[in-house]
């Protein structure tokens, strides 16, 4: 399995960014998925999950403004990111995490990331 982000990019605060993670290899239901990301001279944190259910878990942090979703092929999953703040900057990463009858803390298989800048 073998995930890419794109979407990434510069935006004013109130803006609106979609991330996509495309995924390489089929995982089917066999994982979890999430949005996490790392901020300069911040620990990575965990934005979102989904679970094989499609039932979303998101940080308190995002206060209704992202939405997670799954593309109807599976073979991507996206971000959409509203309402964005200073504080949102930071490298996104995609991540997947191997279902054991419940998703890990720690995921699996991560993408390589992609950077969103929030000017205000």
């Known amino acids: 399995v073998k995930l890419t982000e794109s979407g990434g990019g510069s935006v004013q605060t109130g803006g609106s960014l979609r991330l996509s993670c495309g995924v390489s290899?089929?995982?089917?239901?066999?994982?979890?998925m999430a949005w996490f990301r790392q901020a300069p001279g911040k620990e990575r944190e965990e934005v979102v999950r989904?679970?094989?259910?499609?039932?979303?878990r998101y940080a308190d942090f995002v206060a209704g403004r992202f939405t997670f979703s799954r593309a109807s092929a599976e073979n991507a999953f996206y971000l959409q990111m509203n309402d964005l703040k200073p504080e949102d900057t930071a490298i996104y990463y995609c991540?997947?995490?191997?279902?054991?009858?419940?998703?890990?803390?720690?995921?699996?298989?991560w993408g390589q990331g992609t950077q969103v800048t929030v000017s205000s």
């Open positions: 991540a997947a995490l191997e279902y054991l009858g419940y998703c890990p803390s720690t995921p699996d298989v």
């Open positions: 290899g089929y995982i089917g239901r066999r994982y979890c």
């Open positions: 989904m679970d094989i259910y499609d039932k979303t």
